[in-house]
C-alpha cells in the first residue's frame, strides 16, 4: 500500500530502516494493522503503544480502508 498520502504516517530512514511509522512515533504502520485485524478498537490498540494518539491509530485505519469503531 502507498501510504504517502496519509497525513498519519511518516518514513524516516533512521527509525525502523525506513519502514512507515506512525506520525512522532517508532510504531510500525503494520503493528496497528495486524492489531485491527486481530480484532483490537481503536483505543486498545492506542493503550497496547502507550502514548500513542488514538486519533492517529483511527487515521491510519481509515486510510488502510479498515472499520474504524467510535465508542459510544
Do not use: Y
Not at 3 to 11: F, K, L, Q, T
Not at 37 to 65: C, K, N, Y
Amino acid at each position: 500500500m502507498d501510504w504517502s498520502d496519509c497525513a498519519n504516517v511518516e518514513r524516516d530512514i533512521k527509525k525502523l530502516s525506513g519502514a512507515w511509522i506512525v506520525k512522532g512515533s517508532r510504531v510500525p504502520v503494520q503493528a496497528i494493522i495486524d492489531n485491527a485485524r486481530d480484532g483490537f478498537s481503536p483505543e486498545t490498540i492506542a493503550e497496547i503503544f502507550q502514548g500513542l494518539p488514538v486519533d492517529r491509530v483511527r487515521g491510519v485505519l481509515r486510510f488502510a480502508g479498515l472499520h474504524v469503531s467510535h465508542p459510544a
